[in-house]
């Protein structure tokens, strides 16, 4: 059974920082694109990293470019969302999701990923 578990979520201040993890268990990926989306109560899932198989190239929405940095480790089967100058606007449940799909380009759009993460809740305080 493949499972997404995501790690690092809290309570921070306007400013601060937090590290997300996501360990994959079940079967590798990879050959195949991960990425970071997050949710609020009454809105849709919004994208916000992308990174493809062997981390070379990544994608962040424009919301969090230049304070989020998306990277992986394959060899521990994991991928990381380093968040920086965290602002209010940023708190949500944030998701980890995969794909089996083989292939050197990353996804923005979520209806292209397979596996989701059962998400982990972020606030930032101001």
């Known amino acids: 059974q493949v499972q997404l578990v995501e790690s690092g979520g809290g309570l921070v201040q306007a400013g601060g920082s937090l590290r997300l993890s996501c360990a994959a268990s079940?079967?590798?990926?990879?050959?195949?694109?991960m990425a970071w989306f997050r949710q609020t109560p009454g809105k849709e899932r919004e994208f916000v990293a992308a990174?493809?198989?062997?981390?070379?190239?990544?994608k962040n929405a424009d919301s969090v470019k230049g304070r989020f940095t998306i990277s992986r480790d394959n060899a521990k089967n994991t991928v990381y969302l380093q968040m920086n100058s965290l602002k209010p606007e940023d708190t949500a449940v944030y998701y980890c999701?995969?794909?089996?799909?083989?292939?050197?380009?990353?996804?923005?759009?979520?209806?292209?990923?397979?596996?989701w993460g059962q998400g982990t809740q972020v606030t930032v305080s101001s």
């Open positions: 999701a995969a794909t089996s799909v083989v292939s050197g380009t990353y996804y923005t759009e979520g209806g292209l990923y397979t596996y």
């Open positions: 079940g079967r590798t990926f990879n050959d195949s694109p």
């Open positions: 990174i493809n198989w062997n981390g070379g190239s990544t």
